[in-house]
């Protein structure tokens, strides 16, 4: 039994991680899911009914647990950003894709990308994905000046998508501190199920 812990995420994190856990498992293979979100619960059960899963839903406490099988149905197609729900009133992606902010002078487009990623974690409200791709992917290594900033961010709850392509181009699959290596697929999900993208 495949076991997903997803307390503590928020949608569309709990969505899109199910998918990419129910797409590596054979036809009937059972998975459990964990979640302290009730939101993210509604979310979860309403996309395996739609895929012809009964799920069996158990709760304590806080925490509910989902236990459901793979369909026969091909999930490589389903979109799980049209059954994403959320109780806040915003939901932002943050995109980077390079090392630096703005045009112009390298110096102070590298100040600028610390400050403005060391601010993030001082939001009211975080956002629930930083996407890296391209040369962004660069800072998530750890010779990154904003590596300690990714990572108190991911410790509070944002989830770090690195472009997995784009670790592979600039050969840096060994220098990773922070994050986790995605696809275009889980990115492009996380986009469009994103209240609002911002791209400093």
């Given at each position: 039994m495949k076991v997903l812990d997803t307390k503590g995420l928020k949608n569309p994190q709990p969505l899109i991680m199910l998918k990419e856990a129910l797409l590596g498992l054979d036809v009937d293979e059972e998975i459990r899911v964990e979640t302290d979100n009730d939101t993210s619960?509604?979310?979860?059960?309403?996309?395996?009914?739609?895929q012809g899963v009964e799920p069996e839903v158990t709760s304590v406490g806080a925490v509910h647990t989902l236990v459901a099988i793979k369909p026969e149905k091909d999930l490589a197609g389903t979109n799980p950003a049209i059954y994403y729900t959320t109780d806040l009133p915003?939901?932002?992606?943050?995109?980077?894709k390079g090392e630096l902010m703005g045009d112009g002078d390298p110096e102070l487009g590298r100040v600028l990308m610390e400050t403005f990623v060391d601010n993030l974690k001082l939001q009211e409200q975080l956002p629930s994905h930083v996407v890296l791709y391209n040369g962004g992917v660069k800072l998530a290594m750890k010779q990154s000046p904003v590596c300690s900033s990714l990572t108190e961010l991911e410790e509070l709850g944002t989830r770090i998508m690195l472009c997995g392509t784009c670790i592979?181009?600039?050969?840096?699959?060994?220098?990773?501190?922070v994050g986790m290596i995605s696809d275009m697929v889980a990115i492009t999900e996380t986009l469009a199920a994103a209240g609002h993208v911002v791209t400093p």
């Open positions: 619960l509604k979310s979860l059960v309403t996309y395996l009914k739609d915003t939901n932002y992606v943050v995109c980077i592979d181009h600039y050969g840096l699959q060994f220098d990773i501190a």
